[in-house]
């Protein structure tokens, strides 16, 4: 990896792809600690593209949506079928539509309980950031609100609750799925695969056990890739390339994904588009929120390829990758995806108005909240920054607790600063891990304007107040 400093104006520059994550940011990126998972069930076949997915080549795509319960069986071996919560009775769907398409999701709540859906890393406007109790009102129980905005950036987009003090369950339910915004060339793939995983909170019998909400997230006993027990079981031709989108829908899961047999490159973190690397010893942090867009190339001779394992206790399988059929034609040589010309070029650090974010709590103390800055999270709190459009900004996240802290800006794409604020690394991202006891310095330009959380993104913490905003003018 080779990089070159731009005297005076502390900007990094990617002069030639990277072959590997860096240690740094792999130290920004370690997970929290883990629970074994229940027995494995044997590999189930991808599911069909769902039937609410389409894929629109211009004009406006148009869904309906209904979020209402349904009961299912999600461990194959269950005695009960759980009571989640589905869009229009499905788990994990995924909408689709080209870049330059605009969309109008229309969700009609079925459920018991107010919601609201943040489109997470989409850039758009602030009205449609889908933050109930912040930039739109709940929507109540038989209500309904149209989310209507042409996406900004092509990308790889998670669909979650996102309602102050009111997140955590509708989430734990299930109710989340992916938007992929396709570019306008993408690249020449056998397959293009969205992969959102999840972990459920399951009884023995198999039925959903809620209870109490935990005060340091709910870690789940059963993890599924798209709604279905794991591993699934992916098939492409012999010399073919697949993309496979990654999505953390879970709670509070943190992992690290780990590519067993395969040579995966990194394409897009947090949807963005980033130097094409290859995960340094064959694994990625994944914390909830994530997302991450991979390409894998399969041998050219028929049968098992490879996996991709998920690193809790001694190694969960998600996926079997198989190649099967008929060899795929020439392929052409792996590249990065082409630069967000939306995106800055550079950042001027010296002209960055600098913050200091405290990241404090204890879910053991009750006298200790979870806080920002000595504040829990309150509509009625004033901004942690009140800044003009186009300024560029720094955050220092010092991270005061004994967790993994994952924090999510909305509305905007960071840099992961270097320690001496001498450069960044070569992605951009929207999730950042801060590690127990250290900072980790994100730097954006502040170009959208309203009023954008800081947020957890592990649901309980987030509905128990671990969040702040800005306020972009």
């Keep these: 990896m080779a990089f070159s400093v731009q005297e005076g104006s502390q900007i990094v520059s990617a ?3 990277s072959p590997m994550i860096t240690r740094r940011a792999a130290a920004a990126g370690l997970a929290t600690s883990l629970i074994g998972l229940t027995g494995r069930t044997g590999a189930q076949g991808l599911s069909p593209t769902s039937s609410v997915s389409r894929v ?10 209904a979020a209402k319960p349904r009961s299912m069986r999600l461990r194959p071996d269950a005695a009960r079928e759980a009571d989640v919560w589905t869009f229009n009775g499905e788990l994990a769907p995924v909408f689709r539509l080209k870049h330059g398409a605009g969309m109008r999701l229309s969700l009609k709540n079925e459920t018991a309980l107010p919601l609201s859906l943040h489109f997470h890393g989409i850039r758009g406007p602030n009205e449609m950031a889908g933050v109930g109790g912040l930039t739109q009102p709940p929507i109540a129980p038989g209500e309904s609100f149209d989310y209507a905005f042409t996406p900004p950036d092509p990308g790889t987009f998670l669909i979650r609750p996102c309602l102050l003090g009111g997140s955590a369950e509708p989430a734990e339910r299930g109710l989340t799925s992916l938007l992929i915004v396709e570019e306008a060339q993408p690249p020449q793939v056998d397959r293009d695969i969205a992969l959102i995983v999840d972990d459920w909170a399951l009884a023995e019998d198999g039925s959903l056990a809620l209870g109490d909400p935990a005060p340091a997230g709910r870690l789940g006993s059963f993890l599924t890739v798209n709604g279905k027990a794991t591993p699934l079981r992916i098939e492409a031709p012999p010399r073919g390339r697949i993309r496979l989108r990654f999505a953390n829908a879970c709670n509070a899961r943190g992992m690290r994904l780990r590519f067993d047999g395969l040579k995966a490159f990194v394409i897009a973190v947090d949807g963005q588009p980033s130097s094409t690397f290859e995960p340094l010893e064959a694994s990625l942090p994944f914390a909830p929120g994530n997302r991450y867009d991979l390409l894998v190339d399969l041998p050219a001779e028929v049968g098992p390829a490879g996996s991709v394992i998920a ?3 001694s190694g969960f399988p998600l996926m079997e990758i198989v190649a099967t059929g008929d060899r795929s034609g020439p392929l052409p040589p792996m590249a990065p995806l082409r630069p967000n010309p939306k995106l800055p070029a550079q950042i001027r650090l010296q002209d960055a108005m600098r913050k200091d974010v405290a990241i404090r709590g ?25 800044i003009k459009r186009g300024t560029p900004v720094v955050l220092a996240l010092r991270n005061e607790t004994a967790f993994m802290q994952p924090m999510h800006l909305h509305g905007h794409s960071s840099r992961l600063l270097h320690g001496l604020d001498d450069g960044w690394e070569p992605y951009w991202l929207d999730t950042v891990q801060v590690p127990e006891n250290k900072t980790v310095r994100i730097a954006f330009v502040a170009d959208n304007p309203g009023k954008w959380l800081l947020a957890s993104t592990v649901m309980e913490r987030f509905d128990a107040g671990l969040w702040t905003w800005i306020e972009v003018t």
């Design 15 to 17: 002069r030639e792809p």
């Design 56 to 65: 629109l080549q211009a004009g406006e795509a148009r869904w309906s949506l």
């Design 311 to 313: 690193l809790i206790g």
């Design 362 to 386: 204890d879910p053991t103390r009750p006298d200790v909240p979870w806080a920002i800055n000595g504040a829990t999270g309150q509509p009625s709190n004033p901004p942690l920054v009140r």
